[in-house]
């Protein structure tokens, strides 16, 4: 069978109602669809004996009238005969409905993860974590129960009401006038209930999202909260996001509950009816007592469809909230990025240019962190961008990383126009190696193995040995293969430094940004990463985002940048040489305190 690719996923925007996003779910079934057809046959068919099981119970009833032994077994055999098909027909319905439904749930799992993952940074600069993991996990999972069985149910159910009432109009026309008159009313509290239940449960559904995001954070940045002794704090703030759900479910509990009570008691008061009405009519000879048993029957089970369907269409109301929510992120615009490894890599020589570059990021527009930035990187050279914290230094990384959209201005690589790269191609021959370095939850080798996902066993070895990473490594009893839990969490920070040099070594970038990757080492630490890094900047341009000044004494040119400008350029001699220049005034701020 072939498998659903990712490219074959719907790319179209999402515009109609909420029922018809609701059934775009269905494109993500691929080549399984035929499953969800066949599973309402088997429905179908599980309605049908369903509907056949009361007729034959008022026969043999009316048996005992007719004192008809052979007649009366014959049609037991019938009933058992149905209730074996019932269970024959229910599990093929249920086992195809499941195997249609997790296959359609991991093609859209698949989806939106690969869509979140290719959202630009201008996205989750705007989005939390938290908020994200809850739609991948509790709406997918809310949409997984609803077509698991709710769906199935529903449908089953509207069979039997509408089958059910078709064949009590067949027994006695009256009994089913009567029977009927209530069904107005609950159709109309249906819908004016179904809304309020709807709205309810897509605030609770929200609420819960924002929980998570408190967990998130909080199991992140455990150490500080440990450090602040916060403990207390973090309990009281999750304490107050789950009281506010508590209230919000209290409230659609109680509507669920105002509805299955007024239900409860139309349905149920109608059955009484129609027995009463039924025996009187028994009484006077228009019907017989397995007719009026076959009716009361199916009364009930139309009675129970419609008392159980108002609760499934809550429900299917639910997953409808929980799947818009799912499709707003797969409606946002990801990054013109493939989802597959690229065969061959185009390499570029290395040459950075920006002219006359302004930016203000997405969310604070009125703010222009670069102001017509111009500096020119040629291949081999290490070019240092200094200032005080917040001018702008690391928003020069990102923006040659294509992470956000220049304003105006122009960056080129190799005298081409950085946007007419594609990101696999510009990315691809970059290297990042960051202050706060963030290393995946598996093994030291596979977090190496990150810059070059194919590489061999020598090779990463040797990236670690030039990193200065090799020694701490094999000083593990597990070597390569040590565990460095969440975020690295069981290395200390210079060891952390070292793991993504090796990391940058073995993608072998031909452009190389440094940002702060020094700032928080202690010395012993620094030096180490100091003689791997320029080991790394060898044979290949490098932006360095510095903050101790001793670490791009032999930049080849240093860009001073201040409020957006880039005030100062030169070497360190030639900065240091100019009266109350900003970059002489850091440095003996530096070496002064040193």
């Given at each position: 069978?072939?498998?659903?690719?990712?490219?074959?996923?719907?790319?179209?925007?999402?515009?109609?109602?909420?029922?018809?996003k609701?059934?775009?779910?269905f494109?993500?079934?691929?080549?399984?669809?035929?499953?969800?057809?066949?599973?309402l046959?088997?429905?179908?068919l599980?309605?049908?004996?369903?509907?056949?099981?009361?007729?034959?119970?008022?026969m043999?009833?009316?048996?005992?009238?007719?004192?008809?032994?052979?007649?009366?077994?014959?049609?037991?055999?019938?009933?058992?005969l149905?209730?074996?098909?019932?269970?024959?027909?229910?599990?093929?319905?249920?086992s195809?409905?499941?195997n249609?439904?997790?296959?359609?749930?991991?093609?859209?799992?698949?989806?939106?993860?690969?869509?979140?993952?290719?959202?630009?940074?201008?996205?989750?600069?705007?989005?939390?974590?938290?908020?994200?993991?809850s739609?991948?996990?509790?709406?997918?999972?809310?949409?997984?129960?609803?077509?698991?069985?709710?769906?199935?149910e529903?449908?089953?159910?509207?069979?039997?009401?509408?089958?059910?009432?078709?064949?009590?109009?067949?027994e006695?026309f009256?009994?089913?006038?009567?029977?009927?008159?209530?069904?107005?009313l609950?159709?109309v509290?249906?819908?004016?209930?179904?809304?309020?239940?709807?709205?309810?449960s897509?605030?609770?559904?929200?609420?819960?999202?924002?929980?998570?995001?408190?967990v998130?954070e909080t199991?992140?940045?455990?150490s500080?909260?440990?450090?602040?002794?916060n403990e207390?704090?973090e309990?009281?703030?999750?304490?107050?996001?789950?009281?506010?759900?508590?209230?919000?479910?209290?409230?659609?509990?109680?509507?669920?509950?105002y509805?299955?009570?007024?239900?409860?008691?139309?349905?149920?008061?109608?059955?009484?009816?129609?027995?009463?009405?039924?025996v009187q009519?028994?009484?006077?000879?228009?019907?017989?007592?397995?007719?009026?048993?076959?009716f009361?029957?199916?009364?009930?089970?139309?009675?129970?469809?419609?008392?159980?369907?108002?609760?499934?269409?809550?429900?299917?109301?639910?997953?409808?909230?929980a799947?818009?929510r799912?499709f707003?992120?797969?409606?946002?615009?990801?990054?013109?990025?493939?989802?597959?490894?690229?065969?061959?890599?185009?390499?570029?020589?290395?040459?950075?240019?920006?002219?006359?570059?302004t930016?203000s990021?997405?969310s604070?527009?009125?703010?222009?962190?670069?102001?017509?930035?111009?500096f020119?990187?040629?291949?081999?050279q290490?070019?240092?961008?200094?200032?005080?914290s917040?001018v702008?230094?690391?928003?020069?990384?990102?923006?040659?990383l294509?992470f956000?959209?220049?304003?105006?201005?122009?960056i080129?690589?190799?005298?081409?126009?950085?946007y007419?790269?594609?990101?696999?191609?510009?990315?691809?021959n970059m290297?990042?190696?960051?202050?706060?370095v963030?290393?995946?939850?598996?093994?030291?080798?596979?977090?190496?193995?990150?810059?070059?996902?194919n590489?061999?066993?020598?090779e990463i070895?040797?990236?670690?040995?030039?990193?200065?990473a090799?020694?701490?490594?094999?000083?593990f009893?597990?070597k390569?293969?040590?565990?460095?839990?969440?975020r690295?969490?069981?290395?200390s920070?210079?060891?952390?430094?070292?793991?993504?040099?090796?990391?940058?070594?073995?993608?072998?970038?031909?452009?190389?940004?440094?940002d702060?990757?020094?700032?928080?080492?202690?010395s012993?630490?620094?030096?180490?990463?100091?003689?791997a890094?320029?080991?790394?900047?060898?044979?290949?341009?490098?932006?360095?985002?510095?903050?101790?000044?001793?670490?791009i004494?032999?930049?080849d040119?240093?860009l001073?940048?201040?409020?957006?400008i880039?005030?100062?350029?030169g070497?360190h001699?030639?900065?240091?040489?100019?009266?109350?220049?900003?970059?002489?005034?850091?440095?003996?701020?530096q070496?002064?305190?040193s």
């Open positions: 069978m072939p498998r659903f690719k990712e490219n074959d996923l719907p790319k179209s925007k999402i515009t109609a109602t909420s029922l018809q609701a059934t775009v779910i494109k993500y079934s691929g080549n399984h669809k035929w499953k969800f057809y066949v599973g046959i088997f429905l179908l599980t309605g049908g004996t369903a509907l056949a099981f009361p007729k034959l119970m008022g043999l009833v009316d048996c005992v009238k007719n004192n008809d032994h052979v007649m009366a077994n014959n049609i037991a055999l019938g009933l058992v149905i209730l074996f098909l019932q269970s024959f027909f229910s599990f093929f319905r249920l195809l409905f499941v249609f439904t997790e296959n359609t749930l991991a093609n859209l799992r698949l989806s939106l993860y690969s869509n979140l993952v290719k959202l630009p940074m201008s996205f989750f600069s705007q989005k939390r974590v938290g908020e994200l993991n739609r991948i996990s509790s709406d997918i999972t809310q949409i997984q129960d609803t077509l698991t069985s709710t769906i199935a529903f449908l089953r159910q509207f069979i039997l009401i509408i089958g059910g009432v078709i064949l009590l109009a067949n006695s009256k009994l089913t006038l009567l029977m009927l008159s209530v069904v107005p609950v159709a509290a249906a819908v004016v209930f179904g809304r309020f239940i709807r709205k309810y897509k605030k609770v559904q929200d609420q819960v999202a924002e929980s998570q995001v408190i998130e199991m992140q940045g455990i500080i909260v440990k450090a602040f002794a207390w704090y309990i009281a703030r999750y304490d107050g996001k789950i009281r506010d759900i508590v209230k919000l479910a209290i409230i659609g509990g109680k509507y669920r509950g509805f299955a009570s007024f239900i409860i008691f139309c349905l149920f008061g109608s059955i009484v009816a129609v027995v009463w009405y039924g009519l028994s009484i006077s000879g228009e019907m017989s007592v397995g007719q009026l048993i076959t009361v029957l199916y009364s009930t089970f139309v009675g129970a469809s419609f008392g159980g369907i108002a609760e499934l269409y809550a429900q299917i109301q639910k997953a409808i909230g799947t818009e799912v707003e992120l797969l409606e946002e615009d990801p990054e013109k990025i493939n989802s597959r490894e690229a065969k061959e890599q185009q390499k570029i020589n290395g040459d950075v240019s920006f002219k006359d570059v930016f990021y997405p604070r527009k009125e703010i222009k962190v670069l102001k017509g930035v111009n020119t990187a040629k291949f081999g290490k070019i240092a961008i200094v200032g005080p917040g702008g230094k690391s928003t020069i990384a990102s923006l040659l294509r956000y959209d220049i304003d105006a201005g122009k080129e690589i190799d005298g081409k126009n950085i007419d790269f594609d990101l696999e191609t510009l990315r691809g290297s990042i190696v960051p202050q706060d963030i290393l995946f939850g598996g093994t030291i080798k596979e977090n190496i193995a990150y810059g070059k996902p590489a061999t066993q020598d070895e040797l990236a670690a040995k030039q990193a200065n090799l020694n701490f490594i094999n000083g009893p597990e390569m293969e040590t565990i460095v839990g969440e690295g969490i069981k290395l920070g210079g060891q952390r430094q070292r793991i993504a040099i090796a990391r940058a070594l073995l993608k072998n970038p031909r452009i190389l940004i440094l702060e990757a020094t700032s928080s080492l202690d012993e630490s620094e030096k180490l990463v100091q003689e890094l320029e080991i790394l900047m060898e044979g290949r341009t490098s932006i360095i985002i510095a903050h101790r000044l001793s670490t004494r032999s930049a040119q240093i001073v940048l201040d409020n957006g880039i005030t100062e350029q070497t001699q030639e900065l240091l040489a100019l009266e109350n220049g900003l970059y002489k005034n850091l440095s003996n701020l070496f002064s305190n």
